[in-house]
């Protein structure tokens, strides 16, 4: 473990001398990012300095991330030929990396989150935080002790249904990765929409299916994704949400046909002056693809 970044630098270069590629492992750990604290959207100190020493040693270096969200990576995400984010893998965590990186295992995961480029870019920035000067104080009394003014803060939610895809999908705004994006070592392709184009109020069950196909040269999965847009809808919605996703495990050159349901829910919202969930008739969108912003597949479907 380096303790200055000097000494980093030149084992860096030394490193890199006899590599022909680098893996960086780079993150946080218990210590710097846990439950109940916030840790920073920057990676912890000194570690951006050492990627830059390690990539202009040798420019064939794989970042490897280890965090539980979003980092800010702008200083060497486009010198890097890959990036791994691999969340918190656990104790098989290096073995799992280097069976990726190596080809052994082709990777599948997508993103469950979007990753902003910025922590301002996060649509919940400017609503993260208590209200300065609107605190609660409450005075808690004890038998055995003086009594305690606790400050309770108060947030306001004011990107209510907006946070996530939902935000940038509807702003046109793009984030740094969108929800459920991921990279494989294969290819895939969506065809074959099939849905019907009317459907009744009190909908049960509307079926969704579409070909997933392999198009590259490796056996692979790809997380199938269904969003439903409400162009026509009286309330304030997100321009398209989730309802229903599959995994499909395909060898290369293989087709799979995979169906998706879609019950009222579905199409509903939650109205809060009724108190109920409810929709708009009129025009809805099927989008299908593999992440928020990558769906090649739309159908419109009325419901009266």
């Not at 840790?39 to 951006?48: A, E, H, K, N, Y």
């Not at 009317?198 to 199938?224: R, W």
């Amino acid at each position: 473990m380096c303790t200055l970044p000097p000494e980093c630098v030149r084992l860096a270069r030394y490193e890199n001398a006899l590599s022909p590629a680098v893996i960086a492992s780079v993150g946080y750990s218990a210590g710097t990012e846990s439950e109940g604290a916030d840790r920073t959207f920057t990676l912890p100190w000194g570690q951006d300095a050492l990627l830059e020493a390690v990539i202009a040693a040798n420019p064939h270096t794989i970042g490897a991330l280890t965090a539980g969200g979003a980092v800010d990576t702008r200083r060497w995400l486009d010198k890097v030929p890959a990036l791994v984010h691999n969340f918190y893998p656990g104790q098989e965590g290096g073995t799992a990396i280097a069976e990726v990186l190596f080809g052994k295992q082709n990777p599948e995961g997508h993103l469950p989150v979007s990753f902003d480029k910025t922590w301002e870019d996060n649509p919940s920035y400017p609503y993260y935080y208590p209200i300065k000067g609107a605190d609660t104080v409450l005075h808690v009394p004890a038998s055995d002790r003086p009594a305690t003014d606790l400050a309770i803060g108060h947030v306001k939610y004011g990107d209510k249904l907006m946070v996530g895809y939902r935000y940038w999908t509807t702003s046109g705004k793009h984030p740094l990765f969108p929800f459920g994006f991921g990279l494989s070592y294969t290819t895939f392709s969506f065809a074959n929409l099939q849905a019907p184009s009317l459907a009744q109020p009190n909908v049960s069950d509307v079926k969704v299916g579409f070909d997933v196909t392999n198009t590259g040269t490796a056996a692979g999965a790809e997380i199938a994704q269904l969003y439903v847009s409400d162009p026509s809808t009286k309330a304030q919605r997100p321009e398209r949400e989730l309802k229903g996703f599959q995994k499909v495990r395909l060898n290369p050159g293989e087709t799979k046909h995979v169906t998706l349901s879609l019950d009222s829910r579905a199409f509903s919202y939650w109205d809060e002056a009724a108190h109920k969930w409810t929709f708009d008739p009129g025009k809805f969108v099927l989008r299908v693809g593999d992440s928020s912003e990558d769906t090649p597949l739309s159908h419109d479907i009325d419901l009266k």
